[in-house]
């Protein structure tokens, strides 16, 4: 079965930069996305098709990939960053849609 | 502005069957792919179901295949999600969601969740 792989948490301090890693031998063919989650709230996508930001989204979140990775990475962290971010993307064949598991953000 | 309503959760019994419906606005809905995730109580999110903008392809995680039918009628701009032989481990918010056109696979706008229950 296919897996993307995340930390499952990661703490910075407010003005540092926080980079989430997700991992997963598709991503070599496949783009990942990227949603944060705010508890209570549905997720909402922050990176597309590895390095997109979507019109609303903050230019200090950005995404990159490099092989069977891709990264999230937020500058000058503040506390409204402070969420569950999840990676998302397809197997091979672009047949089934797969999310890591999750990385809870906390903002020291 | 886009908006995707759920409905149709609640508490079943284990074996139970249940229909969720997502009533969508704010777009063209049959131009666009739909989905649903879940997610179970302090879990993290899990993709359940997709489906083409004119109903004709659908795609399920192993956990679900032949238990859930996605389906969607476009002329009432509603997707749904009928679940048998419900068990506790599906127990979870389920979320409708759209896929963005040419994004692969990003899911643009979501639902705010329907809470799905199963219990004895």
């Known amino acids: 079965s296919y897996e993307l792989t995340q930390p499952p948490s990661l703490s910075v301090s407010p003005g540092q930069t926080a980079r989430i890693t997700c991992s997963g031998d598709a991503l070599t063919n496949q783009r990942g996305n990227w949603y944060q989650q705010k508890p209570g709230q549905a997720p909402v996508v922050v990176i597309f098709?590895?390095?997109e930001r979507p019109s609303g989204i903050p230019e200090r979140i950005s995404g990159s990939a490099s092989g069977t990775i891709v990264t999230l990475t937020i500058t000058a962290v503040q506390a409204g960053d402070e969420a569950d971010y999840y990676c998302q993307s397809t197997d091979s064949s672009g047949t089934y849609v797969i999310f890591g598991g999750g990385t809870k953000l906390t903002v020291l | 502005e886009v908006q995707l309503v759920e409905s149709g959760g609640g508490l079943v019994r284990p074996g139970g069957s249940l229909r969720l419906s997502c009533t969508a606005s704010g777009f063209t809905f049959s131009d666009s792919w739909m989905h649903w995730v879940r997610q179970a109580p302090g879990k993290g999110l899990v993709w359940v179901s997709r489906i083409s903008n004119d109903g004709r392809a659908t795609r399920y995680a192993e956990s679900v295949k032949g238990r859930f039918t996605i389906s969607r009628d476009n002329a009432k701009n509603t997707l749904y999600l009928q679940m048998h032989s419900l068990r506790t481990d599906d127990t979870a918010v389920y979320y409708c969601?759209?896929?963005?056109?040419?994004?692969?696979?990003?899911?643009?706008?979501w639902g705010q969740g329907a809470l799905v229950t199963v219990s004895p």
């Open positions: 098709k590895d390095t």
């Open positions: 969601a759209r896929e963005g056109a040419g994004t692969d696979y990003s899911l643009d706008f």
